[in-house]
């Protein structure tokens, strides 16, 4: 197999989790990957371009710096994707919550015909260390709410962790530039029902270094979103 995997990092205030996420990710998958893209922003820390330039220099071959033009993680999302040339293009963080050794077996699953892997931190018990309480019961509700609605068999709609066929992340068509893209990246490719989409275990640890981009309040623009898209036709 040919190296066919793009992976999209998207990068504001990490550096050694940066660093970790991607000696773990060429470690395991060295022949699979065919790029990496940093994609940072204008407020991405001046550490966090430093390490990023650092990686480039040491696998010049691999890792690429992208700036993004739209705004916010979704954006930034939209952007890098634009500029994927593998078959394969992974959504992941860079602040080690999206656990980087599970990157092979995504790669693996959709390999072996998949449109799009996702993860699930909702297959296995106690996968969540370190998530806010209050947070972890509405992720419950919201998801059994959604997946009864679009009538899936995901039990995890919002964790942006998945590995599409890159064509399909070129021919929808995206809106959302905030956190809640990490939902529509999901229940679009539901919706038009033409794509076979699995998921697999994953965990989720805490950030050890920064702060997440995303506020409280932001959650609950997921409803929207995804009632939105429910009702598209
Ligand atoms: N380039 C870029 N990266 C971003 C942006 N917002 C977030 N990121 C990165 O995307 C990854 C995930 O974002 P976080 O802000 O940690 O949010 P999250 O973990 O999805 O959400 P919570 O679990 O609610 O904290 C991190 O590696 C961030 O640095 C953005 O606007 N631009
Ligand atoms: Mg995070």
Redesign the pocket.
């Known amino acids: 197999m040919p190296k066919n995997t793009s992976i999209v990092?998207?990068?504001?205030?990490?550096t050694e989790s940066l660093k970790k996420t991607i000696e773990i990710l060429l470690s395991e998958n060295r022949e699979k990957i065919k790029e990496i893209i940093i994609?940072?922003?204008k407020?991405?820390s001046k550490e966090s371009l430093a390490v990023s330039e650092n990686m480039v220099s040491q696998y010049p071959e691999i890792v690429r710096l992208q700036r993004?033009r739209r705004?916010?993680?979704g954006?930034?999302l939209q952007d890098a994707f634009e500029q994927c040339s593998g078959e394969y293009s992974v959504m992941m963080?860079?602040?080690l919550?999206t656990n980087p050794h599970d990157v092979k077996k995504m790669i693996e699953t959709a390999e072996s015909g998949y449109d799009i892997v996702a993860t699930s931190r909702w297959i296995n018990q106690n996968s969540f260390n370190g998530y806010n309480p209050l947070?972890l019961l509405l992720n419950k509700i919201f998801q059994i709410f959604f997946k009864s609605l679009y009538r899936c068999n995901l039990t995890d709609l919002t964790y942006?962790f998945r590995i599409y066929n890159t064509q399909i992340l070129k021919e929808i068509k995206w809106e959302e530039l905030k956190?809640p893209f990490?939902l529509e990246s999901i229940l679009k490719p539901i919706k038009l029902k033409k794509y076979k989409i699995t998921e697999i275990p994953t965990t989720w640890k805490a950030?050890t270094e920064?702060?997440?981009?995303?506020t409280f309040w932001t959650?609950f623009i997921y409803f929207r979103t995804g009632f939105k898209i429910l009702l598209y036709k």
Request: proline share 3%; glycine share 10%.
């Open positions: 990092l998207p990068v504001i205030n990490e994609i940072v922003d407020i991405t993004q705004k916010f993680l954006g930034a963080a860079s602040d919550e947070k942006g956190h990490l950030r920064g702060i997440s981009q995303n959650n």
